[in-house]
């Protein structure tokens, strides 16, 4: 089984930055994209950012300039830097990991349970 657990949520004030983490463990022989999700109250769960096993980013429109998403491969660990956070920043946020489990075989994905940043304005 693989497990994800994401650390560093926490209430801020708008300006402020908060630090994610994301640590994967269990039966894993490869992980491959990593990325970021929230999800507001009532509103679909959207992509924040992502990185590819190669270093490839990919930001959404929201928070480009703003969050930086980089990854520890020896840790298997995703971070998500947040910088000049916004009130509208405020959601549970996610982590996700394409995770391949045998030599040669397919990737699965898995998430992690959450954290919340909550941003005051």
């Known amino acids: 089984q693989v497990q994800l657990v994401e650390s560093g949520g926490g209430l801020v004030e708008a300006g402020g930055s908060l630090r994610l983490s994301c640590e994967a463990s269990?039966?894993?022989?490869?992980?491959?994209?990593m990325g970021w999700y929230r999800q507001a109250p009532g509103k679909q769960r959207e992509l924040v950012a992502s990185i590819t096993s190669g270093g490839t980013t990919n930001y959404a429109d929201s928070v480009k300039g703003r969050f930086t998403v980089s990854r520890d491969d020896a840790k298997n660990t995703v971070y998500l830097q947040m910088n000049s956070l916004k009130p509208e920043d405020t959601a549970v946020y996610y982590c996700?990991?394409?995770?391949?489990?045998?030599?040669?075989?397919?990737?699965?994905?898995?998430w992690g349970q959450g954290t919340q940043v909550t941003v005051s304005s």
């Open positions: 996700n990991a394409l995770v391949t489990k045998r030599y040669g075989g397919p990737e699965f994905s898995y």
């Open positions: 269990g039966n894993i022989v490869n992980i491959g994209a």
